[in-house]
């Protein structure tokens, strides 16, 4: 168990511009979440995805955003044309499905974006 | 709607003394809860959780959390405070009508003193 593994660990880009996340679950974890923490909060649902579906999209989840999992493995997610309060914390999750719903989530150390 | 509260921003503890990190949730149904422990710039580590079963739920780092129905709470204790427990504390509840997502709590902030 390698654990939840996110890509970069930190990104600092110009307003405007679009910025890609990489998050490697743990490899049997069949279900994958992206959360947001901004400073002095918890985290907060953007989406879901079990195997290569993705099944939820919170309402924070605006049009510039998009999440991959092409293949039920990594995933991705992509924000274009980024804004100030794009900044934050995004944080990966993983954990194993339906029949297994007891078991917890577990996290990355995250990506952590700053728009200057 | 499903949410926990966590009504103290920080909590101000001497090494060596027993701890409390207090939770109370608000939801339809059984609740699912859990308490997570974020370090600086570090994602989330799970601590404990409760589904069912007995009120008193031990976790790691020999943390417990206690469960009580009547007062909709689910605080965090632990015996005996270490220094190395100052951290970031959350609380969460498990959304149960969707994905499971997890529904979390604005976060106490654990300072142990030497």
């Known amino acids: 168990d390698t654990g939840v593994s996110q890509d970069p660990r930190h990104k600092i880009t110009k307003r405007g511009q679009n910025v890609t996340f990489r998050c490697d679950p743990i490899s049997e974890h069949n279900r994958l979440y992206w959360y947001r923490q901004t400073l002095g909060q918890g985290p907060e649902f953007l989406t879901y995805?079990?195997?290569?579906?993705?099944?939820?999209k919170s309402r924070l989840l605006s049009d510039r955003f998009s999440a991959e999992r092409p293949k039920g493995s990594f995933s991705t997610l992509e924000i274009q044309r980024t804004e100030q309060g794009d900044s934050a914390m995004y944080l990966c999750a993983s954990s194993l499905g339906r029949e297994r719903v007891n078991q917890p989530q577990h996290f990355g150390d995250g990506t952590r974006l700053s728009i200057l | 709607a499903q949410s926990v509260a966590q009504p103290e921003d920080q909590v101000n503890v001497a090494e060596g003394n027993p701890l409390t990190v207090k939770c109370t949730y608000s939801v339809s149904g059984n609740p699912y809860l859990f308490w997570y422990v974020q370090y600086p710039n570090r994602g989330l580590q799970f601590l404990l959780k409760?589904?069912?079963?007995?009120?008193l739920v031990k976790g790691s780092y020999g943390f417990e959390a206690e469960f009580n129905k009547s007062q909709t709470s689910f605080h965090l204790k632990k015996p005996s405070a270490l220094v190395s427990d100052s951290a970031l504390y959350f609380c969460?509840?498990?959304?149960?009508?969707?994905?499971?997502?997890?529904?979390f709590g604005t976060g106490t902030r654990l300072q142990v003193f030497p």
């Open positions: 995805f079990q195997n290569e579906a993705q099944l939820e």
């Open positions: 409760y589904i069912t079963g007995d009120n």
């Open positions: 969460a509840v498990r959304d149960m009508y969707n994905t499971d997502k997890l529904i």
